[in-house]
């Protein structure tokens, strides 16, 4: 054990099993330990560094906005938030608008609170809240409600507002229920990330999209996890020709800072009122000055196609070792750099090739216990790829020598 593990042993809490490699300092797509160990960053602090570590654009803003101003309060116009905002509202929902949040589970909280005034406001008989099965949107306890992993949420209190939990990409089941039970909105993530890296059908996201405007409800998408270039455009569901209600942000938007939010289409852009809701941080100007970069490097200098065409090369090439090796990789499922590789490993197995390569020096997640979740950059290179594949396939084969034996 080294000297930083036993610290953290010893005065943080233990939520979250760590890897026990103390971080000096990362740099592109990579970190490095204290003991001057080299790792890829094939997971990027949980889909947060979509553009690698200390990226000369967002050097660049921290530098500019660091040297005007922190922190202001929301009584003050804040010129690099509505900037931010513009350019969200733009790109996604014209003539919405944006609520910004500290994190992602805050964008759930202002979700459900905007979902609740939208009910009270129109006095609409409607009530409660749509989710998916093994849905993830955050831990917050009104976030944590919508968030259906037993294991997140069964030791702690349950509000009191209606929810429904449907299985995934099961049309039919949905449809029922929103005819029933008259729920006010669905929320749903594009692609199922702490649940396992799910893929949703494009007919059920079309369906969703036909039975909201059939059934007037609410349809809001949880693009957390998948938004900001993740899954090869700006948000997923620009992948599809249909417009959510509602988009919940967080994660990629800040550069690596805490920014999240919520942006509303117009007929629900003015649903919130004076006082209905607020919080002292959210927007941070640091935050959303780096926001700023993030989208410039994205949108105006082409790395979201860059990104795009490096994903391809990864899913053709973790394909084709998936063929090469159907009896230890399953399948895999996701979009863009969202990969959930799933295998016929059992758990340890899963932690001994995750093990395996951090020794090699790549860093990949793994997530509802035996998937293999890679959130890469989207400045992942050929070389990167070709690496961690050789890795991949080294392992693999000594699997296979051993259990011949
Ligand atoms: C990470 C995540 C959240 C919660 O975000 P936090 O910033 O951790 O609160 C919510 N929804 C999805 C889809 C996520 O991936």
Not at 78 to 103: C, D, M, W
Request: with cysteine.
């Amino acid at each position: 054990m080294n000297e930083w593990h036993e610290l953290d042993n010893r005065y943080m809490m233990s939520t979250v099993k760590r890897i026990p490699i103390a971080i000096e300092r990362a740099e592109g797509n990579y970190l490095y330990d204290t003991e001057g160990k080299k790792y890829l960053d094939l997971f990027t602090g949980l889909a947060v560094n979509i553009l690698g570590h200390l990226h000369p654009r967002i050097v660049q803003a921290i530098e500019e906005q660091g040297h005007r101003f922190l922190h202001i309060s929301n009584l003050f116009l804040n010129p690099p938030a509505i900037q931010l905002a513009k350019r969200l509202v733009e790109h996604t929902l014209p003539g919405g608008k944006v609520f910004y949040t500290n994190s992602g589970a805050e964008a759930t909280e202002a979700a459900i609170k905007l979902i609740s005034k939208w009910i009270s406001k129109t006095k609409s008989h409607k009530n409660g809240i749509v989710v998916l099965k093994n849905s993830f949107h955050g831990r917050t306890l009104g976030a944590l409600r919508l968030t259906r992993q037993p294991s997140v949420y069964q030791d702690f209190p349950q509000l009191s507002f209606p929810i429904y939990e449907v299985e995934v990409n099961e049309i039919e089941e949905l449809e029922e229920l929103c005819i029933k039970e008259q729920p006010a909105a669905i929320l749903v993530e594009p692609v199922l990330g702490a649940g396992g890296v799910i893929t949703l059908s494009s007919e059920y996201l079309m369906a969703i999209r036909r039975i909201c405007n059939e059934q007037q409800m609410i349809f809001a998408l949880d693009e957390i996890q998948t938004g900001i270039g993740r899954t090869g455009k700006l948000f997923a569901y620009q992948h599809f020709s249909f417009q959510p209600d509602l988009i919940l942000f967080a994660k990629g938007i800040g550069g690596g800072l805490p920014l999240g939010g919520i942006i509303a289409a117009s007929h629900l852009a003015n649903v919130f009122q004076y006082g209905d809701h607020g919080t002292t941080f959210a927007p941070s100007p640091l935050s959303a000055a780096l926001g700023n970069a993030v989208l410039d490097v994205l949108l105006e200098e082409g790395q979201l196609e860059r990104g795009r065409q490096a994903a391809e090369e990864l899913w053709d090439q973790l394909t084709a070792l998936q063929k090469k090796y159907p009896q230890i990789l399953h399948y895999i499922d996701g979009k863009g750099m969202m990969l959930g590789i799933r295998t016929h490993l059992n758990s340890d197995e899963v932690q001994q090739l995750q093990q395996y390569l951090l020794q090699e020096g790549i860093l990949v997640n793994v997530t509802a216990k035996t998937v293999i979740r890679l959130l890469p950059p989207l400045t992942l290179s050929a070389a990167e790829i070709d690496f961690f594949i050789n890795k991949l396939e080294h392992y693999i084969s000594y699997r296979l020598s051993v259990k011949e034996d």
